[in-house]
C-alpha cells in the first residue's frame, strides 16, 4: 500500500522503544480523579480512546510528583495510597492492548499550585514553593524552597518514575516548561537565587540535570526519557530561543526525545496552547531551531491538526515527532486515518477551548465535536439498532447532520432533508473567517461523511407536515435550527446592513469603516476579523459585558484580542436607528450618538424557530428535538443531542 503521509505513518525507536508512528497524542489531564488523586476508571477510558485512535504514544497528564509541596488536585502515583498503583497498571494496559505506548508525564507546578483546583478559594490555603520568594501577582506569597525541599523534590521524580515503570508505562515525560517548578528554575525571571540553583545558566540547568539523572537512575538506560520544554517564554525577562537552545544542548545528555512548546503561565494560555487567533504550527519555528542543535529525536506541538502540515514538518527535518491533545479530542482516529488515506475524513479540531473550559468549571471533559470525550464509558463504538427503522431528519445543520450520521451507521435508513441548497446550516457563514474556518470545514466534513454513509440527501426541500406525512417515517429528528434575530430597528433592512450569518456572501461590499451591532460571541469575532482585515471596527454591545456567551477560556483571549487591534467597544449603547452614515444609539445616560460606519454588521443574536418545531411535532410516532431549535446554544450541544437522538432509535 502507498500511504499519502509516508513520514507520519513511518516507526520512529526512541530509546529502545519503538513507536508504530509518528503523531503522538500530547499530555491531557484526565476527568474522573479520585478523593486519593488517582485514576478513575472513565480516565482510563478517555486516554485508552485514543489508543485505539491509532497515536503511537498516549502521555497521561499530570502525575504531582511531591503533593508536600504542590497540592494541586491532579494526579499521585506511589505505593501507599491504595488503588495508586493499580489505576496506573490498568491505564497503561489500556493504552498498550492497542499498539500505542503508554507515557506518563512528571510534573511540579512550583509557585503555581492549585492551579487546577475547581475551588479557586483553597488556593489561598496551599503554601505556595518556588526557587526564590516572591509574591504572585494575585498576592500569594511565594517561599523559596529549601536544599533539603529540593532534594525531596528530586527524589520523588525518582519514586514516580520507578512505579510508573512498575506500572507498565514505557515512557517518562518530564514537564519541564509552561512555567511549572523545572521550568521557573531555567527562567531568569523566576530564578534569583544566589546559590548553586541561581545566576548563571549553568547553575539554573542544575536542578532539571539533577532531575533527569533520578529519573534516568530510576528506569535504567534505553528506557525513554522525554523532555517537555519551552523553545522560548516568549516575555521579556523570560529566557529567549537562543537561551532556550543552550538548555537543550546542556539536557540532550540525559533526555532521549526534546519535545518543545513554547511560552509560560506568567505569559498566558493561548500560547501554550495555540488560541484559533494564531496560525495552525506557531511553534513549529522553536522545534526547527532546537533540531539543528541536538542529535536526539525532536518533538512540536502547538495547535496542529492537519496532516499535511504535520507531514512537511517531518519530511523537511523541523521534527521527528508530532504531538497534538486538542485534535485528538476532536477525531481521535486522526492518526488511523493519516495511515489509511482517509485524511477527508478528520474532523478537524476548531480550538474553541470547550475542551479546557469545561475542565475548569466541571472537573469534567468534553468536545465541541466528539460526542464520547468524557463518556467514553458510556460506549466508544455505535453498534447496529437491534430493529431497523426508517428515520427522517429534518435540517442540515450540525445537529442533523450528526443525528443522520450515526443513525445511519446504526443501520437505520436516514432520509435527510435540507431547505437550502447546501448542508452545514449555521457553519456556511464560518468560511469567510479564516480563523473559524474549521468550523466551516465541520459541515463540509460532515456532509462527506453522512454522504458516504448511505444518507438520502434532499436539498432545497423543506419538511413540513405534508412531506413528513408522505414519508411516513418511524422517527422523525426535528434540527430546524434557528434563524437571526432581526428587532424592529429602523434602517435594519437597509443596503448597507449585513447578517452576520450571510457575511460570507456579502465580504466584497464590506466599507473601511464598520459598525458592529452586538458584542456576543459571533459579534466579537466578527469585529476582531473585520479589524484584521484592516477595517475601522466600532463594536456596540447594550449590556454589561462582551462575549459573555464564549466560555472560560476562550474569552478571555478574545477580549484580548480586542484590546490589542484597538477596536472600539461601546458598552451600555442601544441601537435605536440606521442610516447611512452609521448607527443611532441611545448610551446609557439617555443620549443618542451617531455610532460611524459605511456598513453595519448585524450580530443580535439567534432565535429558535419554534414555529416549524410545532407543526412538525405529530409528524411521526416518535419525535425528537435537538439542536437550536430547541434552545440557541453552541456547537457542542448540536453535535451530542444529535447524536443521543440516533443512539436512542
Avoid at 234 to 256: H, M, N, T
Amino acid at each position: 500500500m502507498e500511504r499519502k503521509y509516508p513520514n507520519l505513518s513511518k516507526p520512529i525507536q526512541i530509546g529502545n522503544v519503538v513507536f508504530r508512528n509518528r503523531m503522538f497524542s500530547a499530555p491531557m489531564g484526565g476527568t474522573d480523579i479520585t478523593a486519593d488523586c488517582t485514576i478513575g476508571p472513565k480516565t482510563t477510558a478517555f486516554y485508552e480512546l485514543r489508543a485505539k485512535g491509532g497515536a503511537g504514544a498516549v502521555t497521561v497528564s499530570e502525575v504531582v510528583v511531591h503533593p508536600e509541596t504542590e497540592g494541586s488536585h491532579m494526579f499521585h502515583l506511589d505505593l501507599k495510597t491504595v488503588g495508586s498503583l493499580s489505576s496506573f497498571t490498568y491505564t497503561a494496559d489500556a493504552i498498550r492492548r492497542h499498539g500505542a505506548i503508554a507515557s506518563v508525564e512528571l510534573s511540579h507546578s512550583g509557585q503555581y499550585a492549585g492551579t487546577y483546583l475547581t475551588d479557586k478559594d483553597k488556593k489561598q490555603g496551599l503554601a505556595q514553593w518556588g526557587p526564590s520568594a516572591t509574591v504572585r501577582p494575585d498576592g500569594l506569597e511565594v517561599k523559596e524552597l529549601t536544599q533539603e525541599l529540593i532534594d525531596d523534590i528530586v527524589e520523588a521524580y525518582g519514586k514516580c518514575a520507578e512505579a510508573a515503570k512498575r506500572a507498565g508505562f514505557e515512557m517518562i515525560m518530564v514537564h519541564g516548561g509552561h512555567g511549572w517548578l523545572v521550568n521557573q528554575f531555567l527562567s531568569p525571571y523566576f530564578n534569583h537565587r544566589k546559590d548553586q540553583y541561581g545566576g548563571s545558566l549553568e547553575n539554573r540547568v542544575r536542578f532539571a540535570q539533577e532531575v533527569l539523572a533520578r529519573v534516568r537512575q530510576a528506569v535504567g538506560p534505553g528506557f525513554p526519557i522525554e523532555f517537555r520544554m519551552s523553545g522560548s517564554e516568549l516575555f521579556d525577562g523570560g529566557y529567549d530561543l537562543e537561551e532556550g537552545v543552550r538548555i537543550a544542548k546542556i539536557l540532550e545528555p540525559q533526555i532521549d526525545l526534546l519535545h518543545v512548546s513554547a511560552g509560560t503561565y506568567q505569559r498566558g494560555f493561548s500560547d501554550t496552547h495555540p488560541s484559533m487567533f494564531k496560525p495552525h504550527g506557531s511553534n513549529v519555528y522553536l522545534a526547527a531551531e532546537m533540531k539543528k542543535h541536538v542529535k536526539i529525536p525532536v518533538a512540536t506541538v502547538g495547535g496542529l491538526n492537519d496532516p499535511d502540515m504535520m507531514e512537511e514538518i517531518i519530511a523537511s527535518g523541523k521534527a521527528d515527532v508530532v504531538e497534538m491533545a486538542r485534535a485528538l479530542l476532536a477525531d481521535h482516529e486522526l492518526p488511523k486515518k493519516v495511515v489509511t488515506n482517509r485524511e477527508e475524513d478528520i474532523l478537524h479540531c476548531m480550538r474553541c477551548f470547550v475542551c479546557m473550559a469545561e475542565r475548569v468549571v466541571t472537573s469534567t471533559r468534553r468536545c465541541s465535536i466528539n460526542p464520547y470525550i468524557g463518556r467514553e464509558l458510556e460506549g466508544m463504538e455505535i453498534t447496529p439498532a437491534p430493529v431497523k427503522k426508517k428515520v427522517l431528519v429534518a435540517g442540515g445543520g450540525p445537529a442533523g447532520l450528526k443525528a443522520a450520521l450515526t443513525a445511519a451507521q446504526r443501520g437505520h435508513d436516514v432520509v435527510l432533508c435540507e431547505k437550502s441548497s447546501q448542508l452545514g446550516g449555521i457553519l456556511i457563514g464560518e468560511q469567510a473567517i479564516p480563523f473559524k474556518y474549521e468550523m466551516y470545514k465541520l459541515g463540509v466534513t460532515l456532509a462527506k461523511l453522512v454522504t458516504d454513509a448511505g444518507v438520502d440527501i434532499r436539498l432545497n426541500t423543506e419538511v413540513n407536515k405534508e412531506v413528513a406525512d408522505q414519508e411516513k417515517a418511524d422517527v422523525l429528528v426535528i434540527a430546524v435550527g434557528s434563524e437571526p434575530m432581526l428587532p424592529p430597528i429602523p434602517g435594519l433592512d437597509g443596503d448597507n446592513v449585513i447578517i452576520v450569518n450571510d457575511y460570507h456572501l456579502h465580504q466584497n461590499k464590506v466599507a473601511e469603516e464598520v459598525v458592529v451591532l452586538g458584542g456576543g460571541l459571533a459579534g466579537s469575532e466578527a469585529a476582531i476579523h473585520l479589524a484584521r482585515e484592516g477595517k475601522k471596527v466600532h463594536l456596540v454591545e447594550m449590556g454589561l459585558e462582551l462575549a459573555p456567551d464564549a466560555n472560560i477560556r476562550h474569552r478571555p483571549i478574545l477580549l484580548k484580542e480586542i484590546e490589542d487591534l484597538k477596536i472600539q467597544v461601546l458598552k451600555e449603547h442601544k441601537g435605536i436607528r440606521i442610516t447611512e452614515d452609521g448607527v443611532i444609539c441611545v448610551n446609557k445616560d439617555g443620549k443618542e450618538i451617531l455610532v460611524p460606519g459605511k456598513t453595519i454588521i448585524c450580530a443580535l443574536g439567534q432565535k429558535s424557530r419554534r414555529n416549524v418545531v410545532s407543526e412538525l411535532l405529530d409528524c411521526a410516532p416518535v419525535i425528537s428535538q435537538v439542536g437550536d431549535c430547541v434552545k440557541v446554544a453552541d456547537i457542542t450541544q448540536a453535535i451530542y443531542q444529535g447524536h443521543h437522538a440516533a443512539m436512542d432509535i
